[in-house]
């Protein structure tokens, strides 16, 4: 099993940054490839970034390419995503997720296996 955290949500204002953690703890060895999904108010959830545990290769959504960085700090057991110029469309519920399979991309909620609570990130406008 797989534990995750996230933290570092909050109100920011549209054209600011935010940068969320995911601390990831259990059987970390099980891990292949991290990700950052998003579900705004009464969307479903859609997935925003994702890295490669061990390589660190990345995939971004078109919405936020450009703007938000994945990373990660395998010392630390944590992955982080860097939010620049914010916008309303941003705001969302944020879920760390973790998969135990190698996977191609790893762009739909189906590929991951564990979840964390989420964090709440509002831009206001």
């Known amino acids: 099993q797989v534990q995750l955290a996230e933290s570092g949500g909050g109100l920011v204002q549209a054209g600011g940054s935010l940068r969320l953690s995911c601390a990831a703890s259990g059987r970390i060895s099980s891990i292949y490839r991290m990700a950052w999904f998003r579900q705004a108010p009464g969307k479903e959830r859609e997935f925003v970034a994702t890295?490669?545990?061990?390589?660190?290769?990345?995939f971004y959504a078109d919405s936020v390419k450009g703007r938000f960085t994945i990373s990660k700090d395998n010392a630390k057991n944590t992955v982080y995503v860097q939010m620049n110029s914010l916008k309303s469309e941003d705001t969302a519920v944020y879920y760390c997720?973790?998969?135990?399979?190698?996977?191609?991309?790893?762009?739909?909620?189906?590929?991951?296996?564990?979840w964390g609570p989420g964090t709440q990130v509002t831009v206001s406008s």
């Open positions: 997720a973790a998969a135990s399979r190698r996977l191609r991309v790893g762009e739909y909620i189906q590929d991951y296996d564990y």
């Open positions: 890295i490669a545990w061990s390589g660190g290769s990345t």
